[in-house]
T-cell receptor
Framework: GENVEQHPSTLSVQEGDSAVIKCTYSDSASNYFPWYKQELGKRPQLIID?????GEKKDQRIAVTLNKTAKHFSLHITETQPEDSAVYFC???????????FGTGTRLKVLA | NAGVTQTPKFQVLKTGQSMTLQCAQD?????MSWYRQDPGMGLRLIHY???????DQGEVPNGYNVSRSTTEDFPLRLLSAAPSQTSVYFC????????????FGSGTQLSVL
């Protein structure tokens, strides 16, 4: 079955710097890759997603890149702000079963 | 639309007790799923369903049962609770078509003593 690995587990950056979180997946049948942000005590919220027929997608300060050949995708946050501090999860969705498998999460701390 | 509704928000059980976590969605989503979230372990898939009458196991199904008698509801049953099942449980749903976005419920904090 699908396995999603996520690195790093924790990341501290200075306010204004960029943050990059990386994920790899194992199943070539996966075709949809969302990223979720989870604040303490809250439910995960979708922040950006990418489909397998697209290499890059950007939404203001966040972007996601996908390398299908290498089976890895990354989240990029530029000009980080204290409110970006949260846990971020990547996921991969299997095109046949529709199930979503998540990475283990990255705790991002933006230091003011 | 209410989205994905989970009940209860908090629950304390004794070892060996049984209970059902409720999940309902009003978006006509075919796909529904249950995850458990433990520190450092991310969101692990327990069971999922792609439509009424269809269920399948996820990554950590042992100790849990599910059924899907309607499109809207996907309850999760713990038949004999164990301390290892102490966790935060999330229900999530999505369409199975081209709009794949997965929506989460607000979660259930379960403690098994």
């Amino acid at each position: 079955g699908e396995n999603v690995e996520q690195h790093p587990s924790t990341l501290s950056v200075q306010e204004g710097d960029s943050a990059v979180i990386k994920c790899t997946y194992s199943d070539s049948a996966s075709n949809y890759f969302p990223w979720y942000k989870q604040e303490l005590g809250k439910r995960p919220q979708l922040i950006i997603d990418i489909r397998s027929n697209v290499g890059e997608k950007k939404d203001q300060r966040i972007a996601v890149t996908l390398n299908k050949t290498a089976k890895h995708f990354s989240l990029h946050i530029t000009e980080t702000q204290p409110e970006d501090s949260a846990v971020y999860f990547c996921a991969a969705r299997d095109s046949g079963t529709y199930k979503y498998i998540f990475g283990t999460g990255t705790r991002l701390k933006v230091l003011a | 639309n209410a989205g994905v509704t989970q009940t209860p928000k908090f629950q304390v059980l004794k070892t060996g007790q049984s209970m059902t976590l409720q999940c309902a969605q009003d978006m006509n989503h075919e796909y529904m799923s249950w995850y458990r979230q433990d520190p450092g372990m991310g969101l692990r898939l327990i069971h999922y369903s792609v439509g009424a009458g269809i269920t399948d196991q996820g990554e950590v199904p042992n100790g849990y049962n599910v059924s899907r008698s309607t499109t809207e509801d996907f309850p999760l049953r713990l038949l004999s609770a164990a301390p290892s099942q102490t966790s935060v449980y999330f229900c999530a749903s999505s369409p199975t078509g081209s709009d794949e976005k997965l929506f989460f419920g607000s979660g259930t904090q379960l403690s098994v003593l």
